[in-house]
């Protein structure tokens, strides 16, 4: 069954410098599609440029980016996500001066089915639903609270009706409940057959939710596994998670949940 | 959306249509002479509105857009005795390519860098025409008043002019609110809120920001080639006189930046409160520096004007003010 699972997302020896800073150093790994990656990693590992550099934010110094089997290192973000790559942004970006509904409907206007504006409408009102943001339609996107901005976040990418999803620290200020309730969502997406690369920092979510885990640390990829495998690993543990018994623990919260 | 169902555009037409009629109803023609200046200044700053209020550009040299449809209009109707209608096209057409042709090179700088390249750009323009001599050099150009005799001598002319500014008016509302309640003017405002947020969101930036900035320049250089015929001269610094950018940006600033009916109250607004300081003993000389403290005043207390402040007070009236 494996052999048939094809790579939505290939990411072969990317770096990318910043002057004398190498934010990401010759990383490679591949997403099957339908999987949930999990990326993980120390503050200023890497991760959000990596994020920064597959959609397109920056060029990659070097190496390349393959999204369904296209080249598209070095193109323009417009250009990705109409392809149907969508991301989310770790800080969120909302349209403050637009209304819940304006800043969905722009994201299914421009994305990947370039959609007019009544069939973004509908589209939008769906996603809207979905993430449980319909009762906020008409608000302006500026007045929400932060759980709510990351929803609207999250809605403005799916309603680009991407292949794919890049969601950085979507659960990031979120409490327990929120939490729970975005990770059912992140679910629901993955069920839709949304291929899904996500960046956390709440552990316990993210081992849940994670078929798969990569661990960037100082730019480069130093390790590759499925959740419990990396929990375990003693790499892992000395570069990013520091403690060994925080393996366990993470471990228990995820049987638990 | 349905968008043309909503009161507010029918509201903003059917103002500019009673003031348009005003002259007729009155007779009046020092009343046609104020409506053609209200007129103007409605048109001018409802095209800015497009670039300043829609995408988040401040264009403080938009009225290169004005100077250089009225010069290459003039010259047209001047030099090669072309009809006025064409003359008024060219002028538009050419306001619309050196919009297109700065697009690509200003639009890819942000916020006060742009703007300040926007002076800079109007500053060139009006220095290569003063010196250039097909187009007069500082002196300019002036048509013969027997020019007029082919538009039924210089009564029917003004009439005609003002019927003329009277539609480019209305276009330029139907414009304004057509991109206002379009994809292409959703991709604007989400460059106006974020820049970066819309690329990612799929905004091609570059085209949309060169497109309003395209759509912005047409009317003004359409403008120019009446203003400055109805003139019977133009010179390079009455045609590209950077105060009248400013004005032009208080008008939007005034009457709510981002909205239809905005620019439109700004502009009747600023030419009332301007033709009273013209003609106050007191004040005459002080009517751009009054401009200015508007604007000061504005920004720090009511960033959206008075439509837009009206809109956040009142939510009920969001279908009648836009």
């Known amino acids: 069954m494996m052999a048939q699972v094809e790579n939505i997302l290939q990411v072969k020896g990317v770096t990318k410098r910043f002057g004398g800073l190498t934010a990401v150093n010759n990383v490679t790994f591949d997403l099957p599609r339908g999987q949930i990656l999990g990326l993980i990693g120390p503050n200023g590992a890497g991760k959000t440029t990596l994020f920064n550099v597959i959609n397109g934010v920056y060029a990659p110094t070097e190496g390349h980016v393959i999204f369904k089997g296209t080249d598209i290192s070095g193109w323009q973000p417009y250009d990705v996500v109409k392809l149907g790559l969508a991301r989310t942004h770790q800080i969120v970006r909302p349209l403050n001066d637009l209304t819940v509904l304006e800043n969905v409907m722009a994201g299914a206007c421009y994305g990947h089915e370039n959609r007019p504006l009544k069939e973004a409408q509908v589209i939008a009102d769906e996603v809207m639903e979905f993430l449980g943001l319909a009762e906020r339609r008409d608000m302006l996107a500026g007045s929400l609270n932060v759980a709510q901005k990351k929803r609207l976040e999250m809605a403005r990418a799916l309603a680009s009706r991407p292949y794919m999803m890049l969601l950085d620290e979507v659960l990031a200020g979120l409490n327990p409940t929120e939490i729970a309730e975005m990770v059912e969502v992140v679910l629901k997406i993955r069920e839709q057959g949304v291929t899904i690369l996500i960046i956390e920092h709440v552990m316990h979510a993210l081992m849940n939710v994670s078929d798969r885990v990569i661990v960037l640390d100082y730019g480069q990829l130093i390790a590759e596994g499925s959740p419990e495998e990396i929990a375990n690993n003693p790499k892992v543990i000395e570069a990013y998670l520091g403690d060994p018994d925080l393996a366990k623990r993470l471990m228990e919260n995820a049987d638990g949940d | ?322």
């Open chain 2, 1 to 322: 959306m349905n968008s043309w169902k909503y009161p507010a555009f029918w509201i903003a037409l059917l103002l500019v249509i009673i003031g348009g009629l005003l002259p007729v109803i009155t007779g009046s023609n020092i009343m046609r002479e104020n409506m053609f200046l209200i007129l103007l200044s409605v048109a001018l700053a409802s095209s800015l509105n497009i670039l300043l209020g829609y995408a988040g550009y401040v264009s403080f040299g938009h009225i290169v857009f004005f100077g250089v449809g009225g010069y290459i209009g003039f010259y047209l109707l001047a030099v090669q005795n072309t009809p006025l209608w064409l003359a008024i096209i060219a002028g538009g057409i050419a306001s619309a390519v050196l919009a297109w042709l700065l697009g690509a090179a200003i639009l890819r700088l942000r916020g006060a860098y742009f703007a300040l390249a926007t002076i800079g750009v109007n500053e060139a323009v009006r220095t290569f025409i003063n010196n250039f001599g097909p187009l007069g050099g500082p002196i300019g150009m002036e048509v013969n008043f027997s020019i007029y005799r082919q538009y039924g001598g210089a009564a029917t002319m003004q009439w005609t002019t003002y019927w003329i500014v009277l539609g480019l008016t209305i276009a330029a509302i139907v414009l304004s609110y057509a991109v206002k309640f379009s994809r292409f003017g959703l991709g604007l405002m989400a460059i106006r809120e974020d820049e970066d947020a819309a690329m990612v969101m799929g905004v091609r930036t570059p085209s949309a920001k060169t497109m309003a900035y395209v759509l912005s320049a047409i009317i003004p250089g359409m403008m120019g080639v009446i203003f400055f015929f109805r003139n019977s001269s133009i010179e390079p610094h009455e045609a590209f006189r950077l105060t009248r950018s400013i004005e032009m940006i208080v008008m939007v600033m005034l009457g709510g930046q981002g909205t239809v009916q905005g620019p439109l109250v700004g502009a009747a607004l600023y030419e009332a409160i301007r033709s009273f300081l013209l003609t106050s003993p007191l004040f005459k000389d002080l009517q751009l520096a009054f401009a200015g403290l508007l604007l000061l005043l504005i920004i720090l207390f009511v960033p959206s004007g008075v439509v837009g402040w009206l809109r956040s007070r009142y939510r009920k009236l969001w279908r009648v003010l836009e």
